[in-house]
């Protein structure tokens, strides 16, 4: 099956500074990439998602990008603000296999 | 409209007993999920249905753990015979994979601990 690889498992960055998470993933099948957001005591909310027909997509101040050469995808949070201080989990899918294999994830810590 | 709803939010119970974990998906959302979310750690997928395919359960870690779906909505994932190591976090999601991405929309969880 799908293996997803997180990294860094802590970020801390300063506010205002940029936070920038990776993953692998294992099948090359794979073609859906989601990032979720898990506030402390909360449940994981969808951020941002990629296709493998897309190399990069932005939403305000966060982005993602893919490649699948590599078989690598990337969060990037710019401008951080506390309220970005969150649990980040990456996902990947494979096509029409709607089950998702999560990352471990990232704590991102935004210091004031 | 109402998200996932999960019940009970927190259950304690000991080690042998069984436990019966409840969803409610979305209104009209086929798909259903359930993950395992241990301290700390990320979502382990468990096992997903889809409409009236047969559920895929790759995911499930012993034959202590068991799940169905009744009616295509409301689903049970049941515990036999709990152990210590079966605390952690319930997390039930569903989405609608007829629209594009297929978000999954996620519960609150159901907190187990199995003393």
């Known amino acids: 099956g799908e293996n997803v690889e997180q990294h860094p498992s802590t970020l801390s960055v300063q506010e205002g500074d940029s936070a920038v998470i990776k993953c692998t993933y294992s099948?090359?099948?794979?073609?859906?990439f989601p990032w979720y957001k898990q506030e402390l005591g909360k449940r994981p909310q969808l951020i941002i998602d990629?296709?493998?027909?897309?190399g990069e997509k932005k939403d305000q101040r966060i982005a993602v990008t893919l490649n699948k050469t590599a078989k690598h995808f990337s969060l990037h949070i710019t401008e951080t603000q506390p309220e970005d201080s969150a649990v980040y989990f990456c996902?990947?899918?494979?096509?029409?296999?709607?089950?998702?294999?999560f990352g471990a994830g990232t704590t991102v810590t935004v210091r004031a | 409209g109402a998200g996932v709803s999960q019940s009970p939010s927190n259950k304690v119970t000991e080690k042998g007993k069984d436990v019966e974990l409840r969803c409610d998906p979305i209104?009209?959302?086929?798909?259903l999920y359930w993950y395992r979310q241990s301290l700390g750690q990320g979502l382990e997928f468990l096992i997903y249905?889809?409409?009236?395919?047969?559920?895929?359960k790759s995911g499930l870690p012993s034959d202590r753990f068991s799940a169905e779906r009744t009616g295509g909505s409301v689903s049970t994932l049941t515990i036999q015979r709990t152990q210590q190591e079966d605390s952690a976090v319930y997390l039930c999601?569903?989405?609608?994979?007829?629209?594009?991405?297929?978000?999954?929309?996620f519960g609150p969880g159901t907190r187990l601990t199995v003393l």
């Open positions: 999601a569903s989405s609608d994979p007829s629209r594009q991405g297929n978000e999954q929309f």
């Open positions: 099948d090359s099948a794979s073609n859906y």
């Open positions: 990629i296709r493998s027909n897309v």
């Open positions: 996902a990947a899918s494979l096509y029409n296999d709607y089950k998702l294999s």
């Open positions: 209104s009209g959302h086929t798909a």
């Open positions: 249905f889809q409409g009236n395919s047969a559920p895929d």
